[in-house]
């Protein structure tokens, strides 16, 4: 089937001297490239991110009784600030 794609200048010229380097039409070495791009997206698993979770989940949240302005000012606070 023929069909017309815009392809980046530089690309192309690449692209042609592959297929000229390889002794082959340009066509196959555009054929190969769009076989080898399907096949790694259909084979490959979408990442996932590990588990890093820590103690047990069950467990009480111990920062549960504190509002965000306490962590706040517990997070922001400077080693030798003078209490207040």
Do not use: C, F, N
């Amino acid at each position: 089937m023929k069909t017309t794609i815009e392809i980046h200048d530089e690309l192309l010229l690449r692209a042609k001297r592959h297929a000229r380097h390889m002794g082959r039409p340009l066509r196959a070495v555009v054929e190969q490239g769009l076989r080898l791009v399907l096949a790694a997206s259909e084979s490959s698993d979408p990442y996932r991110l590990p588990d890093l979770s820590v103690g047990d989940p069950t467990d009480e949240d111990p920062l549960e009784a504190y509002s965000w302005q306490d962590l706040s000012e517990i997070i922001y606070e400077q080693p030798g600030d003078p209490e207040p």
